[in-house]
Antibody
Framework: QVQLVQSGAEVKKPGASVKVSCKASGYTFTSYDINWVRQATGQGLEWMGWMNPNSGNTGYAQKFQGRVTMTRNTSISTAYMELSSLRSEDTAVYYC????????????WGQGTMVTVSS | DIQMTQSPSSLSASVGDRVTITCQAS??????LNWYQQKPGKAPKLLIYDASNLETGVPSRFSGSGSGTDFTFTISSLQPEDIATYYC????????FGGGTKVEIK
């Protein structure tokens, strides 16, 4: 079946970086964008950016420009999101989501990865 | 960026009630609006795309309407399994989400 499976929970110290993976299966990885959305505990959804796995092109929310990098390895159908200079406010569940282009929507989501930033 | 104002932030209704949630965009987004359901501890699930189209497999008690800046999401007859938080999302780049509406059973 079509699914996105994310890497496990992470605990990082302030100032460190984290890299979360998102492995796609059941569809052609390069045919759909991958988006990243995060959610702090008890808070709403926050879109971070997108990546086209075919071209590698990316687009980031202004808030994360300079701190986030989205990449992929097409040979293993896996997308990555790396966030640097972590601070406590980055503690959240990070989701990858498949971006359907027509009609546009996030139609398949990963299970989420909890990232905790704590000294 | 386009701001999405969603209301109410929470509501309590009885099983069988009609539930309505609104989402207002800070500028015209045509019909570039989706609705998602998120149950506790789970990832969001797409319910409605392009403001009024039901995603495949989603029960017909869910519906959406609107265009421009004002949008409505409706559950025609609330069921116990509909307890969740609902989010609108506009995709007139960059994407932004509404603040969410938590739906509870009275």
């Amino acid at each position: 079946q079509v699914q996105l499976v994310q890497s496990g929970a992470e605990v990082k110290k302030p100032g460190a970086s984290v890299k979360v993976s998102c492995k796609a299966s059941g569809y052609t990885f390069t045919s759909y964008d991958i988006n990243w959305v995060r959610q702090a505990t008890g808070q709403g959804l926050e879109w971070m950016g997108w990546m086209n796995p075919n071209s590698g092109n990316t687009g980031y929310a202004q808030k994360f420009q300079g701190r986030v990098t989205m990449t992929r390895n097409t040979s293993i159908s896996t997308a990555y999101m790396e966030l640097s200079s972590l601070r406590s406010e980055d503690t959240a569940v990070y989701y990858c989501a498949r971006g359907r282009r027509v009609p546009q929507a996030f139609d398949i989501w990963g299970q989420g990865t909890m990232v905790t930033v704590s000294s | 960026d386009i701001q999405m104002t969603q209301s109410p932030s929470s509501l309590s209704a009885s099983v069988g009630d009609r539930v309505t949630i609104t989402c207002q965009a800070s500028q015209d987004i045509s019909n570039y609006l989706n609705w998602y359901q998120q149950k506790p501890g789970k990832a969001p699930k797409l319910l409605i795309y392009d403001a009024s189209n039901l995603e495949t497999g989603v029960p017909s008690r869910f519906s959406g309407s609107g265009s421009g800046t004002d949008f409505t999401f409706t559950i025609s007859s609330l069921q116990p399994e509909d307890i969740a938080t609902y989010y609108c999302q506009q995709y007139d780049a960059p994407d932004t989400f509404g603040g969410g509406t938590k739906v509870e059973i009275k």
